[in-house]
């Protein structure tokens, strides 16, 4: 992260860069303090120039007074990585020649930065003291992490995604826009690289771990190695995939046909990896995983997806929600998934079977057999966050947040 400080010509430079060194300070490490002060377009390439060599990604534009219209919207032409604006508040010496006027520049920052067709994050109050002002870096840094992020990121889809499933055939050309990748093959490619792992050596220490998670009263030991040497295909197909991208994520068939050439339900394998950051959405659902992803960015934690699955029964809303929450009924949904979400996230996290698929699949075996490797269990209560972005049909991004 790195922050400039620009100047106006009729104010003193001064004023700026003794309120940028003041951000500094109130900020801690972790912030490169640009020696150059911006008051004409030459400075504007200079300073980028310095951060650049600097090794910065992220950068602050501090309108220590009220600021060079041209030359700091300039920045933002100049740099690449994640950029944002915000001003100095009066306050901090003398109001007569000391005084900056940076609200109103930042007024003219953001009509100027709009006119050169700029998006850049603004805080919602981009004026303050120095500590509100290093609190207002912090804020932008999860963003930074997404944005980072999927402009190094790489998704790989196996396909084709799934007959009836519309809502995640979404046209693909919106996630170019944003700066990730997709890499799409066929769920046979899939099979081949699961097969080329039989008998891997690694498959034995995979499914210790496995058994550590899922501890000794796992009644479906008999899929592990199954699963484990499906975790380990898709370990590979990253390493050996990813190219020029840093960071991964999966969107990948899982039924029907997954359980009768496969032998699993790959659920618990999709959990375990996206507990490590790298997710995992079924039913190629390339948005879901995207989601995840950006989920897992900004909040440094383990994430799931979830479908607005069913309405809430009348006899569980009067016995466990009326009067204890102010929710109607018909504002209450149940969240389910076929068993993706990681045991971390779950109160009593256990190995199952897919119902629905050994009525379809198996229904004449007594015990479940293909259809073994769900991750059961129920959220763990707490806040949460509800995250969804999408392409519509006509190829235009909507997002959904509560």
Known sequence: MGIIAVSRGCFPISLAEKRRANVVKAYGEGLYECPVGVVTEQDAKNAVEDIKAAGVNALCVFLGNFGPETPETMIADLFDGAIMYTSAAEG???LHDGRGDAYCGMLNASYNLGLRGKRVYIPESPC??????????????????????????????????????????????????????????SELDLL???????????IPAKMKEMREE????????????????????????????????????????????????????????????TG???????????????????????????????????????????????????????ETFMGFHCGNTCASLLKNPHMGYRLIMKRDLEPDLPEPDITRGTMEGDLKAGKITFFRLQSTAATALRAYVA
């Not at 992020?149 to 170019?176: E, Q, S, T, V």
């Open 92 to 94: 901090d010496g003398d």
């Open 214 to 273: 899922l501890g000794g009263e796992n009644q479906y030991t008999g899929v592990l190695p199954r699963l484990a040497q499906y975790e380990l295909t898709l370990e590979d197909w990253m390493g050996e995939h990813l190219g020029c991208a840093k960071y991964a994520a999966f969107a990948n068939k899982c039924w029907p046909a997954f359980q009768t050439e496969f032998g699993f339900v790959p659920c618990y394998v999709n959990s375990r990896l």
């Open 192 to 202: 081949v690289a699961y097969n080329k792992h039989r008998d891997d050596p690694r």
């Open 276 to 330: 490590r950051g790298i997710p995992v959405s079924c039913e190629v659902d390339i948005y879901g995983a995207l989601s995840e992803y950006i989920g897992i960015c900004v909040s440094g934690a383990p994430v799931t997806l979830l479908d607005i699955n069913n309405s809430v029964p009348a006899e569980i809303f009067d016995g466990e929600i009326q009067g204890k929450y102010p929710f109607r009924q018909n």
């Open 128 to 185: 303050g003291t120095a500590e509100e002002v290093a609190r207002q870096i912090r804020g932008f840094l999860p963003v930074v992490a997404a944005l980072v992020g999927m402009k190094h990121l790489k998704i790989f889809a196996f396909g084709p995604r799934p007959n009836d499933f519309l809502a995640c055939n979404a046209p693909i050309k919106a996630l170019y826009d944003l700066g990730a990748a997709v890499e799409e093959h």
